[in-house]
T-cell receptor
Framework: GDSVTQMEGPVTLSEEAFLTINCTYT??????LFWYVQYPGEGLQLLLK?????DKGSNKGFEATYRKETTSFHLEKGSVQVSDSAVYFC????????????FGKGTHLIIQP | GAVVSQHPSRVICKSGTSVKIECRSL??????MFWYRQFPKQSLMLMAT?????????EQGVEKDKFLINHASLTLSTLTVTSAHPEDSSFYIC?????????????FGPGTRLTVL
């Protein structure tokens, strides 16, 4: 079955540091890949997505590239801010009917001033 | 665009009572909505797929008689937790699927925190 593996958290960085959150997946076919963000006390928000190999999704300074050869979709940001502190979920959608998303366990990101 | 709302945002109930959670797509129609449950410090678990005008499809291990889902219109799905018990306390999140240019994307509601005493 489908699965998503994310790096364990929490990840603690200083403001303006470079961020990478690793995500690898296992899926049949060619899934769409997503990063969702959950700020404290809120629901999930779609951060970015990519639907085919070599696509790069980007939003709010974050970006991730769909790498089929390494089955990865790592999230990166060049300079993080305190306001980026949140839980980040990598997810995939295989399509083909009524199935929902398959999520990773989430990575808690803490940015210190 | 693509806003999904949930109501209520928080609910506290006594053990044995039933609780209904609403999920609405505010500015689009969704033939398919999903219900997830989030356990503390864990990811979301898909509970069921809600299809407008038909019976919901439940994931393995989810009791369909306990978690009643009704998707009566293209903008509303409801989840009713029947005879709730403390172990049902959790964060419940719905999402609505939108298909644009051949790509499916899910938009999530803000979630409902259920506490069963």
């Amino acid at each position: 079955g489908d699965s998503v593996t994310q790096m364990e958290g929490p990840v603690t960085l200083s403001e303006e540091a470079f961020l990478t959150i690793n995500c690898t997946y296992t899926a049949t076919g060619y899934p769409s890949l997503f990063w969702y963000v959950q700020y404290p006390g809120e629901g999930l928000q779609l951060l970015l997505k990519a639907t085919k190999a070599d696509d790069k999704g980007s939003n709010k300074g974050f970006e991730a590239t769909y790498r089929k050869e390494t089955t990865s979709f790592h999230l990166e940001k060049g300079s993080v801010q305190v306001s980026d502190s949140a839980v980040y979920f990598c997810a995939l959608y295989s399509g083909g009917g009524a199935d929902g998303l398959t999520f990773g366990k989430g990575t808690h990101l803490i940015i210190q001033p | 665009g693509a806003v999904v709302s949930q109501h209520p945002s928080r609910v506290i109930c006594k053990s044995g009572t039933s609780v209904k959670i609403e999920c609405r797509s505010l500015d689009f129609q969704a033939t398919t909505m999903f219900w997830y449950r989030q356990f503390p410090k864990q990811s979301l678990m898909l509970m069921a797929t809600s299809n407008e005008g038909s019976k919901a499809t439940y994931e393995q291990g989810v009791e369909k008689d306990k978690f009643l889902i009704n998707h009566a219109s293209l903008t509303l799905s409801t989840l009713t937790v029947t005879s709730a018990h403390p172990e049902d306390s959790s964060f419940y999140i719905c999402s609505a699927r939108v298909t644009l240019a051949g790509t499916d994307t899910q938009y999530f509601g803000p979630g409902t925190r259920l506490t069963v005493l």
